[in-house]
């Protein structure tokens, strides 16, 4: 890690002498983490600030923030794949409405136990994003397009299922749900956890395995990254199957969260996801940007969310207004990063 | 030999992949609905399948010809969608305070806030994307993001519902025994084409979608050009948001215009403009716009269940993207070509200039 921030600055000081502090910290690639960790922190102060008496300072306020958001976490992972490699995928909510209806399906309707219908829907998820990775690499077709497809194909197959919701009460699922893992502050559900090991593999893959490097590499130039010899094709097919896998695990945890299924379910997710992620900092161009940022953009968008919850006189809609606002703040950062950097 | 250079010659041109598939699902109507081309006078108005394929599917006609533009410069535009909502909004919230809902100066006030709210929106995309140098895709997602809830903020929450007679006439109207709404989007298409192919305007979007930087040193103002053209495409919007809310009478800021933005791009992509930027055609957009349209009709009409709906939709967008990709048929229409170019080695030389064009 320290070689790939270490090396653009060592040119500079060989040419004109050692930069200044605050340029330096401004042509640092893990910038925008450090600006989104710091506005997590300082809208938690805030808000432990205002809302004190109402128990805004409780552990548990704080570990609700992943059993709130723990799909998110995990689609905003997939998507963060993707956006690396210098591609995008749209289809994300509507494969996890679509897992969400599978899995009811199968367990309500057809019977299935709960250990079968998992491996089935995390494959039919990841096969669907193989599906696009192999149509997007092979046929050169943009992948907003295909995604597009995507996601028209999987939300007709929700209502190809069933035009209504359904509520799952098997109990081998609310038995699942219910579970909390105590931490001594406070308890985490399932989903939490599985969230977390989830951020905590793709940190691994990212960073400490040439897979990650590829992503990377491909995302930064794909022209040069195949003049190098990385298999291009393999590659970015293995990052759609893969956000593919994330949206139908997000779907699986959406479902445990929700416990039920519905054609409806996480429309426009997508947006929430890749919203996620360039609030942690990733360029959207690709070839830039951490996962962890990732957890943090998360994070924020969930406590914006349970500060509107404990204002009390807000309404939902002013969540959409403060993402909007906060994704604007970061991309005008990025910006004045990324022109810093060329010059 | 000369029918097949001719046949060569029309299934290159660029309308005609679009222009058949229109033409195949029109067809496909009727052996399920006999009288499908039938139109006939009910009250002074024209009443048919085709008149109401124009007349529903004239906002996405609207929505998508300002997309072109702004694909042709090698942009997107995400936020038409809520721009529709805005402008709605906006547009109902205002007739709605009036005491006199019919008064036409406080509708024509209504619309013209409507429309400047929507042009603010395309300044402020163009702004972002010219000035600022961020990506299209994510510049115009923070509208598409913040717009919504912007439009619920206007309309409080709820649904509102005017009865205004004068507003009514532009998306439900009729005149000339036509819906208004097809003047509209006929006055907006002539106007387009009109300055985009009798001007150099035209010219200078493709200049610059081709190449922005070079553009900008043989000295035409790309940054101007580019801002213009996000302007435009808002303004469609805008008016293919007052034509929504008229239509029902009603704004709602969360289901106004959803996933209209999909549909534009959808539907500039199978009229043949490439999405990379430096080309388009803004009759194969409003063919492909037809297209949508047709094919949600034709779902209805022949009886397959309203819930596939989507999963045709994803069909078709499959089908078309992957006819028009040159990679795809080279690997399937390719392996026949190969077979039949030993006997007809007169047409090799000709294989060249075409292949430097796709490229």
């Known amino acids: ?343 | 030999m000369t029918t097949t250079t001719r046949w060569r010659a029309l299934t290159r041109h660029n309308l005609f992949w679009p222009v058949a598939v229109l033409v195949a699902l029109l067809l496909v109507n009727i052996p399920f609905t006999p009288d499908f081309f039938a139109i006939h006078m009910t009250d002074g108005h024209l009443y048919g399948s085709l008149v109401s394929i124009v007349l529903f599917g004239s906002p996405l006609i609207l929505v998508a010809v300002g997309m072109t533009l702004v694909i042709a410069t090698g942009g997107i535009d995400l936020s038409v969608g809520a721009v529709v909502a805005i402008t709605g909004a906006l547009t109902c919230s205002y007739i709605s305070d009036q005491k006199d809902q019919d008064a036409l100066a406080g509708v024509l006030l209504a619309m013209g806030l409507g429309l400047l709210a929507a042009v603010v929106c395309g300044l402020w995309n163009g702004f972002l994307v010219a000035r600022m140098g961020i990506q299209p895709i994510i510049a115009t997602l923070i509208i598409m993001v913040a717009g919504r809830g912007v439009a619920q903020l206007i309309t409080d929450g709820q649904i509102i519902t005017i009865n205004s007679e004068p507003y009514k006439l532009i998306g439900g109207g009729y005149w000339l025994t036509l819906p208004f709404s097809i003047f509209v989007v006929a006055a907006v298409v002539a106007v387009t084409v009109a300055l985009t192919r009798r001007t150099a305007l035209g010219l200078l979007v493709e200049s610059v979608g081709g190449n922005a930087e070079a553009s900008r040193l043989v000295g035409i103002r790309s940054m101007r050009i580019k801002i213009m053209v996000y302007v435009f495409c808002a303004l469609c919007a805008g008016i293919a948001g007052l034509m929504i809310s008229s239509n029902t009478s009603a704004a709602d800021g969360n289901n106004a215009g959803l996933w209209i933005e999909l549909d534009a791009i959808l539907a500039v992509v199978i009229g043949g403009t490439s999405l990379l930027g430096g080309r388009f055609s803004i009759g194969g957009t409003v063919v492909g716009a037809l297209v949508i349209q047709t094919l949600t009709t034709t779902i209805y009409t022949i009886g397959v269940p309203t819930q596939t709906n989507l999963v045709f939709k994803a069909a078709v967008v499959i089908v078309v993207c992957l006819l028009q990709s040159p990679k795809f048929r080279a690997k399937v229409f390719g392996a026949r070509a190969k077979t039949t170019a030993p006997a007809t080695p007169a047409a090799a030389p000709a294989e060249p200039a075409p292949k430097m064009e796709v490229s």
């Open chain 1, 1 to 343: 890690m320290s070689t790939t921030t270490q090396s653009p600055t060592t040119p500079d000081k060989v040419e004109g002498g050692t930069p200044s502090k605050a340029a330096r910290l401004l042509s640092d690639r893990r910038l925008p983490v450090l600006v989104t960790a710091a506005l997590f922190l300082a809208m938690y102060i805030a808000g432990l600030s205002r809302y004190q008496n109402y128990g805004f300072g409780d552990s548990q306020v704080f570990l609700n923030l992943f059993i709130d958001n723990g799909y998110l976490l995990v689609a905003a992972v997939g998507a963060t794949f993707v956006i690396l490699s210098g591609g995008i995928d749209l289809s994300v909510g509507s494969v996890i409405g679509f897992t969400t209806m599978l899995t009811a399906w199968l367990v309500q309707d057809v019977g299935l136990p709960l250990l079968v219908v998992i491996p089935i829907s995390l494959g039919v998820g990841a096969f669907g994003g193989f599906l696009m990775g192999y149509v997007i690499h092979n046929f050169e077709i943009q992948p907003f397009i295909v995604t597009l497809a995507g996601l028209f194909l999987f939300r007709g197959l929700c209502l190809v299922i069933s035009k209504e919701s359904i509520a799952i009460n098997d109990s081998a699922v609310s038995s699942l749900a219910e579970t909390r893992v105590s931490l001594g502050l406070g308890d985490l559900s399932i989903g939490a956890l599985v969230a977390l090991v989830v951020l905590a593999a793709a940190f691994y893959i990212l960073h400490y395995t040439r897979f990650g490097r590829r992503i990377y590499a491909i995302g930064g130039n794909e022209q040069s990254a195949l003049l190098m010899g990385l298999p291009l094709g393999g590659t970015k097919i293995a990052v759609y199957t893969m956000s593919g896998f994330c949206s139908a695990l997000a779907g699986l945890l959406f479902m445990l969260y929700i416990q039920s299924g519905d054609p409806l379910h996480a429309v426009g997710m997508e947006l929430d996801a890749i919203a996620a992620v360039v609030i942690g900092g990733t360029l959207l161009t690709g070839g830039s940007g951490y996962v962890l940022g990732t957890l943090f953009g998360v994070l924020v968008l969930g406590l914006i969310k349970s500060i509107i919850q404990f204002e009390g006189t807000l309404s939902s809609w002013w969540t959409k207004i403060a993402t909007g606002v906060l994704l604007c703040a970061f991309i005008l950062i990025q910006r004045v990063m990324t022109t810093r950097k060329k010059a």
